[in-house]
């Protein structure tokens, strides 16, 4: 197997409001779902003590930033409104930035207004953005006046309708076009730290998802950090007849594969288990290329 080591990007660094973060080895990006109804973790950490408690329990593991949201985007998921989500966001953030001042928080969220919000008032480091900026015609241009990293996920359709037949004639070619064209328009409005996600589960099925991994390395040509998300998602658990709860192994061998085609940034539920897969990569990388 052919490895791809992330320190072959000319992108070797993500500028999060003038702390430069390394991304020449890949880094793990905890996820923080403050929602009643995500797929795995929906409700477990609804409470500001319980979210606070997991927050530092990722730190401690090793998670270089955290990804926090409000809004559910599992298969089916109802899209929320902006005072919705901002109702159930801001007292996070709020406690987050407060006790956690060094570590970047990026928000999951497709509106303008809370990515507005969620660094100018909050100190949010990261935007990440399921839609690309599909969703809100504001999006773009917002996080142009921000000047944040932003994280440009490819989904076909929405969060309600994205698994109703998703079809694609050649899955990596047609997301490495949508990808170009959305890198294009960002780099023109004066973004430069953009983050590439494939998507693995919005808008594809189990075959589309494991033939987007086999050809994972194509995307190294945006020369930009590769984002992967595979926590504990159906690709894993349907294939293997099991449950969420059940799917961390499996996880962790997708994430593996991941890093040997160049993915620079894991983003997981299971933080500590990701940190030891990176460290053993790396260390395989570090021997092959000496």
């Not at 006790?99 to 207004?113: E, K, M, Q, W, Y």
């Not at 994205?162 to 050649?170: C, E, I």
Request: charged share 20%.
């Amino acid at each position: 197997m052919q490895i791809y080591p992330g320190f072959l990007y000319k992108r070797q660094y993500i500028n999060c409001k003038g702390k430069i973060m390394d991304i020449s080895k890949p880094l793990v990006m905890g996820i923080l779902n403050f929602t009643p109804d995500s797929f795995y973790d929906g409700g477990r950490y609804n409470e500001l003590s319980v979210a606070m408690h997991q927050a530092e329990k990722m730190i401690l593991e090793g998670a270089a930033i955290l990804d926090v949201g409000a809004q559910s985007s599992r298969p089916g998921a109802r899209m929320l409104s902006y005072e919705e989500e901002s109702e159930r966001l801001c007292p996070l953030l709020e406690v987050l930035s407060k006790n956690f001042p060094d570590i970047p928080l990026s928000v999951d969220t497709f509106h303008a207004r809370i990515a507005a919000q969620s660094v100018e008032k909050y100190g949010a480091a990261i935007i990440n953005d399921i839609s690309a900026g599909d969703f809100d015609p504001e999006m773009i241009d917002t996080i142009a006046r921000l000047q944040v990293p932003y994280i440009i996920m490819h989904m076909q359709g929405t969060p309600t309708n994205m698994q109703q037949n998703p079809v694609y004639t050649d899955v990596a070619a047609e997301i490495s076009l949508y990808l170009a064209n959305k890198i294009n328009t960002l780099t023109s409005k004066g973004i430069n730290d953009i983050v590439i996600d494939p998507g693995f589960g919005f808008g594809k099925t189990p075959e589309h998802n494991f033939e987007l991994l086999k050809k994972l390395s194509q995307f190294r040509i945006f020369e930009l950090p590769i984002l992967v998300g595979f926590s504990r998602k159906s690709m894993i658990y349907k294939t293997l007849d099991l449950t969420p709860s059940e799917a961390l192994n499996g996880t962790t061998v997708l994430n593996v594969l991941a890093l040997e085609r160049g993915a620079n940034i894991l983003r997981v539920h299971d933080v500590a288990e990701a940190v030891q897969a990176i460290k053993l990569v790396n260390k395989t990388i570090g021997e092959w290329s000496s």
